[in-house]
């Protein structure tokens, strides 16, 4: 495992780079947007940019890849998302910004999906668990750090603009100086999003909610934050208190759904979710109390995208995990798309409180969805079901999955649209044989 990682350590680096930069971001515009006078509706439409380019991005950047290889790409994404920051501090535009937050998002899926195809190049079937794992934590660790870097400067300046603009160039600098051969680059067929919904209806619907709801958090979550008179260090704390409760309790409520059942947690996280965003959308004032309903909010919401897919997973065979994983990710994107601008609209008009009403009422959604799928699919044995693993947005963190072996996700990659086509019909009418008796337990 160690070698492992010091034989990568120059990507691990430059996504760490990466990822304070992107964690920066985020608040940072969501903070400057409210200081030079844009509406919230406005602000949320802007915010919506980045999830609209990321699924852009994951869409047509595995051809672009295919075609120059990895370090030509990422070379490019970097320089991408360099520049963009940029120009938000030379044109001070709602659709300039949407644009370049759509350049921005598109540069940062080309990001991931470099990155984690290298690792997935660079791991064996016994570390690619581990590996997966440091990744996350890498990502996850760099994205609350960047929270913080709000108060190196104000945001009225343009300090901060450029500053993330040094770290995303810096972060090419390790990765064109590594002696490490760039492994070559496979592109895996996708599945259409009803057929899955077919297999997986709580996997897609809830994949689709808490993209929602993702996007509503980071998307309007500094805005939420400013609003109510938080300081821009107050700000920082309270973003990153939403990392780190998802961080913290992730693994733990993962493994939970190893023990009990998907759904089961599924169902509960939203519940807890849900009386949170209550609690919260009724506190009035500042204080250790909204850090503590945020950070729970973070913690319930955050493992939703991997137990959705493990979910789903759980009804696939590894080469239709594979297949499927960028169908998930499209639903979440959709998700993530509407989030900002949905909640913004609710916030315009109901007040700033509404910013945790959204959030509940989409776990709330999801909640019920859930209780209704219990009624129409008997529950899979827990010897029929996968491991929990943390996973990433994008569609290569499926190759990186410790549960498939390496011949079958090599395998999955060479097989042709067709051969997934009618492994999923196939699939399709077996579930719906087993949908006729329904079992009631939970």
């Known amino acids: 495992m160690i070698k492992v990682i010091s034989n990568s350590w120059a990507l691990f680096l430059g996504l760490a780079l990466i990822m304070l930069g992107n964690g920066l971001q985020g608040s940072l515009l969501g903070l400057r947007a409210s200081m030079e006078g844009f509406g919230i509706t406005a602000t949320g439409l802007v915010m919506s940019g980045y999830f609209v380019g990321l699924l852009a991005g994951s869409t047509i950047v595995p051809g672009i890849v295919a075609r120059v290889g990895h370090i030509r790409s990422f070379g490019a994404m970097a320089s991408l998302a360099s520049t963009s920051i940029l120009i938000h501090v030379i044109v001070i535009d709602p659709w300039m910004w949407w644009a370049m937050r759509f350049v921005t998002g598109f540069a940062y899926a080309g990001l991931y999906i470099v990155a984690e195809s290298w690792l997935n190049d660079a791991s064996e079937n016994n570390t690619r668990g581990q590996l997966l794992s440091f990744y996350m934590l890498i990502s996850l660790g760099g994205l609350a750090g960047g929270q913080f870097m709000l108060n190196i400067a104000s945001p009225s300046s343009y300090e ?13 600098i390790p990765i064109l100086l590594s002696v490490s051969k760039a492994p070559e680059f496979e592109t895996s067929e996708s599945v ?63 493994r939970m759904s190893d023990i009990i059942g998907r759904r089961q947690v599924i169902i509960s996280t939203c519940a807890i979710g849900i009386v949170v965003a209550v609690l919260a959308s ?29 979910h789903t997973n759980d009804y696939l065979n590894p080469g239709q995990m594979v297949a499927a994983s960028g169908t998930l990710v499209l639903a979440t994107s959709i998700g993530s798309s509407l989030g900002a601008p949905i909640t913004a609209f609710a916030m315009d008009y109901l007040g ?5 009403q959204v959030i509940g009422l989409s776990l709330a959604t999801l909640f019920f969805f859930g209780l209704w799928r219990v009624t129409q699919r008997q529950a899979l044995a827990a010897e029929d079901t996968s491991d929990f693993v943390i996973m990433s947005p994008t569609p290569m963190s499926a190759n990186l999955n410790p549960e ?17 086509q009618e492994s999923f019909e196939e699939l399709v009418t077996e579930l719906a044989s087993d949908d006729d008796t329904p079992d009631q337990e939970s």
Do not use: K
């Open 160 to 172: 901060l603009f450029v500053l993330i603009s040094v770290l995303v160039s810096f972060a090419v």
């Open 352 to 356: 700033d409180q509404a910013f945790f």
């Open 192 to 254: 259409n999003l009803f057929q899955l919904y077919q297999v997986s209806p709580l996997g897609v619907f809830g994949m689709l909610i808490n993209g929602l709801t993702m996007g509503a958090i980071f998307g309007m979550g500094a805005v939420y934050a400013t609003n109510i008179g938080l300081s821009v260090s107050e700000v920082s704390f309270f973003m990153g208190a939403l990392v780190l409760g998802g961080a913290v309790l992730q693994f733990p409520i993962g």
């Open 404 to 420: 498939l072996e390496l011949e079958e996700v090599l395998a999955a990659s060479d097989v042709d649209a067709e051969d997934i």
């Open 282 to 310: 009724r506190h009035e004032g500042t204080g250790w109390l909204l850090y503590f309903y945020i950070a729970l909010i973070g913690g319930v919401s955050t493992p939703l995208y991997a137990l959705c897919i493990a």
